[in-house]
């Protein structure tokens, strides 16, 4: 047990309990909220198994799923945004991430707004798309991606900025 | 076979993704199905402990509007009581009708109002005879319907639902039509299947119709907006919701006496 899956068990949980006790209570203008817990997903450590980082996503959505009576919609969105990681994390930081290291803290510049961007986009279109379930209402799907996601993206840049290290 | 081992362990990766997201996939197909829904719900032990104690905390914070309703219904009720006149006369002449409806009350523990499929939480189980398929109400109007049940909580399909239908009738008039929500406002559900005999206007009051889940007369709400398309023989009606579905505490669960027996009547009039 190292520091850093301790870390990832305080996240799993940290987000968890936000999500359900005040982010899915918030409805801006009735129906707008923000899921910054894919956060967890997003600032996973790079170098860890894939396999893992699928099941424990699948298991916070899933246990999202069961406080807020979606079915599979947040288990699903999960370990979608979980599998596509990788590929984000090569359009944005570059072919060679892996080796350079990339520090999700160190500053926020427009490498890491593009990261959040696409996997907020990624994330929500599909939680929606699953929980409305037919494309008759495609414009409805879009709105609430677009403003869910602008809410989402504003609310995780406040925590990524809250979780920085401290300077000595 | 050997092959197929050999290629499972070298996509390890793809197969464990595509097998967790067909799992959330199933698990949401059968949450969109009506009445065998839901594998996965609030209605259980550990959440439904969990939204227990939130919610004591939140009670708190709107004591002050759930006297006010409290003591609205009181008035209510009182009216009703000094305004009985010859109702015992009435009630010998019904017996048949004695006991059809048990109303027990409870709280709303987890209410929500921004999906397309809302689903509530109530603190209310099988130990105090809650079961599937009983009606929700509250001192305004209709709530929604039982849908699932644990010992001590139970989840409520709400009237913002895009999946529930519920017997509705224009109250002057006897005109019935099925309620159904549109996804689109809290306040407002609609009723697509009301006859273009039907006289109605705006502010026409909704009530329920005797139906498996509702008596008779519970309020819904009034009409607001009256579409006429000439295609079909119906108007769709937009209903303003007396009750504010965002702010919901005390309700009152309805059981039906009868249920069981309208039930197997109908099952035996559709086999033959």
């Known amino acids: 047990m190292t520091q850093d899956n301790l870390i990832q068990i305080f996240r799993f949980i940290f987000f968890w309990l936000l999500q359900v006790l005040i982010f899915s209570k918030i409805n801006l203008f009735g129906y707008i909220n923000p899921y910054p817990y894919l956060l967890f997903m997003l600032l996973f450590p790079i170098g860890s198994s894939k396999n893992f980082l699928l099941i424990t996503s699948f298991l916070l959505g899933l246990t999202l799923d069961v406080f807020l009576n979606t079915g599979g919609i947040h288990a699903g969105s999960s370990v979608l945004l979980a599998w596509m990681r990788e590929n984000y994390l090569k359009f944005s930081f570059g072919l060679n991430y892996q080796y350079q290291s990339v520090k999700f803290f160190e500053k926020i510049n427009s490498e890491l707004f593009s990261y959040l961007l696409l996997g907020i986009a990624t994330h929500h279109l599909c939680m929606f798309l699953l929980e409305i379930f037919s494309f008759t209402l495609v414009f409805s799907i879009l709105a609430r991606t677009l403003w869910s996601s602008l809410f989402t993206f504003v609310i995780c840049i406040g925590f990524i900025q809250l979780m920085k290290p401290t300077k000595k | 076979m050997q092959q197929i081992i050999i290629y499972i362990f070298k996509n390890s990766t793809k197969v464990l993704f595509l097998l967790l997201f067909t799992l959330a996939l199933i698990l949401t197909i059968q949450n969109h199905s009506y009445h065998r829904s839901s594998v996965i719900n609030s209605a259980n032990k550990f959440s439904g402990g969990v939204y227990e104690k939130v919610n004591s905390v939140n009670e708190y914070f709107l004591l002050k509007s759930e006297n006010e309703a409290l003591a609205r219904e009181n008035a209510r009720l009182k009216s009703l009581l000094f305004n009985q006149t010859d109702s015992l006369i009435q009630n010998t002449k019904k017996k048949w009708n004695d006991q059809m409806y048990e109303v027990s009350r409870c709280k709303v523990i987890q209410n929500s109002y921004n999906n397309f499929n809302n689903i509530l939480t109530l603190n209310a189980g099988k130990k105090i005879g809650v079961e599937p398929e009983m009606g ?129 009547l109908q099952k035996e009039s559709i086999l033959k």
């Open chain 2, 136 to 264: 929700v109400i509250n001192h305004q109007g209709i709530i929604g319907v039982v849908e699932k049940t644990s010992d001590n909580y139970a989840t409520v399909v709400s009237i913002l639902n895009t999946k529930n239908q519920i017997n509705s009738k224009v109250k002057h008039s006897n005109h019935f039509g099925i309620i159904s929500w549109n996804g689109k406002n809290t306040g407002y559900v609609q009723i697509t299947d009301l006859p273009r005999l039907a006289t109605v206007k705006k502010g026409d009051t909704i009530v329920t119709s005797q139906s498996l889940y509702f008596p008779e007369g519970i309020p819904i709400g009034a009409i607001d907006k009256i579409y006429t398309d000439n295609k079909t023989n119906y108007y769709t009606v937009d209903v303003r919701l007396f009750n504010d579905m965002t702010n919901l505490g005390y309700v009152y669960v309805i059981k039906n006496y009868h249920k069981q027996e309208i039930e197997n």
